[in-house]
């Protein structure tokens, strides 16, 4: 059972409460991108607001996850640029992936601790923040185990907890509950946007599910099948606070609606 | 010992088998010899074959060692950038080409008759699966784990001894598997060029029409390599019971 917050509603974006690390702006002006032939970001300009929770749709192989690379630096674009304000991101950008990508050898505790060895930080400090993390993910009981032992949900809140332990100002989100079952993802986009409300980091989330987009964004892109041309880019006018009964409310239905005629619509 | 058992039957049925048909006169004793007749020997000369058995061991594992611990520095040193990669490892592809049993005179000019010429053959013979398996290995790192590590801002050396080295452990321990097998058969040529042990026993006893005692001799050597595994075995268990699927079952 994962463990509830205390958070209190709040109207926008900008104005997160307990934010400990707060987010930033992510400016993406004319970025283009090419493996060989293939364009897959061409010219893509779009602006994202700190603390802002974004979420960008768009089919399988329409160049969501190359787009996620590039705000990471993990892939250069040809041209373009891509600015983070302020600029001192370095340690600030946690990535989570679509499968947990777990260091089997290492126990829970001893994953969760790892951007933190990287980054030079001391042993008692650093499993003392893992162990919080995991706390945030309502883990603690599981941290001396191993990998191997954990079912999917589980690998994938340890990779999220390990996102979250350097307490990231960017955090990004590539598919991450994709192969989940529905109500472990439910669980999951629940404490995601918990954890975002919390925090007041920015978060750029992509998905090719339209009801996990409506439930856990602010704002929503939704991507063409060629090129990551946006075809809608939409504010989300929902309940900042949400839980699974907001998934029956007719807003929730009627952003789900929107979302889906932009998805379905010819390039 | 009860997993023991299923290689063990295979082994009375070869036994009771090539007895019989010896015996029987199907089989001429001076081609193949009697089971019996081979572990009389082994009682009979135990003190010649068990102290070649020794020497064997000596120059199979100090050649074994060396290819260990050699082949997983170059592997990690060929594995550091493609450029050395395309320079170096078409070398070492061709170290491996060159058949031993005519480079082991060489050896011997070089090294001079004893244990160094053995433990070079045993060297030469086993180096290369380490080198191959290491390279593999690291090679085949998991690419969201190094975006990950490049994304904390990991240096090279905390990138290859968090995650490279310990995410090809597995394979390095298969390379090693094959290189001890390999170590005892480098061993053995190098004692029929230029040392004493089980190779020059097998090489002495040929010339004697002994095949009894070639038998008993290859028995022992065939011991030893299954030590070898059986030990890299352990090593394996030990590293990976924990965490990798080879061993969790």
């Known amino acids: 059972m994962i463990p509830r917050p205390r958070i209190n509603p709040i109207s926008g974006a900008e104005q997160v409460p307990g934010n400990e690390a707060g987010g930033v702006r992510v400016a993406l002006d004319k970025v283009r991108r090419a493996f060989g032939e293939l364009v897959v970001v061409a010219d893509f300009s779009l602006s994202i607001t700190t603390g802002e929770f974004l979420a960008i749709l768009g089919p399988s192989g329409c160049g969501k996850s190359t787009l996620l690379r590039l705000v990471a630096g993990l892939t250069a674009p040809d ?36 951007p933190l060895e990287l980054m030079g930080i001391g042993v008692t400090e650093r499993l003392g923040r893992a162990s919080a993390a995991l706390d945030e993910v309502g883990l603690r009981e599981a941290e001396s185990r191993y990998p191997a032992q954990l079912s999917g949900g589980m690998r994938m809140r340890v990779s999220l907890a390990r996102a979250l332990v350097t307490r990231p100002r960017l955090l990004l989100l590539d598919e991450p509950f994709a192969a989940l079952d ?50 809608l880019d939409r504010r989300l006018e929902l309940p900042q606070v949400r839980d699974n009964e907001m998934r029956a409310m007719p807003e929730f239905a009627s952003e789900m609606q929107g979302l889906l005629a932009a998805m379905e619509e010819e390039d | ?41 082994l009682i009979h000369d135990w003190r010649e074959l068990f102290g070649a058995l020794a020497k064997t061991s000596v120059g199979a594992l100090a050649g074994f060692a060396l290819s260990a611990v050699g082949g997983i520095a170059i592997g990690v040193f060929l594995s550091s950038s493609s450029a050395i990669r395309q320079a170096f490892y078409p070398y070492a592809v061709f170290f491996q080409t060159v058949p031993i049993i005519a480079i082991a005179p060489l050896l011997v000019i070089w090294f001079g008759y004893g244990m160094r ?25 998991d690419p969201a784990l190094r975006d990950l590590f490049i994304l904390y801002g990991a240096s090279p050396s905390a990138t290859l001894w968090r995650l490279r080295f310990p995410a090809a452990l597995p394979q390095i321990l298969t390379g090693l598997r094959i290189a001890g097998g390999l170590a005892v058969i480098g061993a053995i040529v190098g004692e029929f060029i230029g040392g004493q042990g089980l190779g020059s026993v097998v090489d002495v006893a040929r010339t004697q029409q002994r095949t009894d005692k070639v038998f008993a001799a290859v028995l022992l050597a065939s011991l030893l390599g299954l030590a070898l595994f059986g030990f890299i075995n352990l090593l394996s268990r030990v590293a990976l019971r924990r965490w990798h699927v080879s061993e969790q079952n």
């Open chain 1, 79 to 114: 041209s373009g640029h891509i600015g983070i304000t302020p600029d001192d991101t370095r340690f600030h950008t946690a990535f989570v992936f679509q499968d947990a990508h777990l260091l089997p050898w290492r126990t829970v505790l001893e994953n969760v601790a790892l």
């Open chain 2, 1 to 41: 010992m009860r997993k023991a058992l299923p290689a063990f039957i295979p082994f009375v049925i070869v036994v009771v088998a090539l007895e019989s048909l010896v015996r029987a006169g199907w089989i001429k004793a001076f081609l193949v010899p009697p089971p019996s007749a081979v572990f009389e020997t």
């Open chain 2, 117 to 141: 010429t053995v433990v070079a053959s045993a060297f030469i013979v086993s180096i290369f699966p380490v080198i191959a398996n290491t390279l593999t290995g690291i090679l085949s790192t």
């Open chain 1, 182 to 231: 529905e109500i472990t993802r439910f669980r999951l986009d629940a404490r995601l946007r918990e954890l975002w409300l919390e925090r007041g980091m920015t978060v750029i989330f992509v998905t090719h599910s339209i009801t996990e987009a409506a439930f856990l964004a602010n704002r929503a892109v939704v991507l063409t099948r060629k090129g990551c041309g946006i075809k």
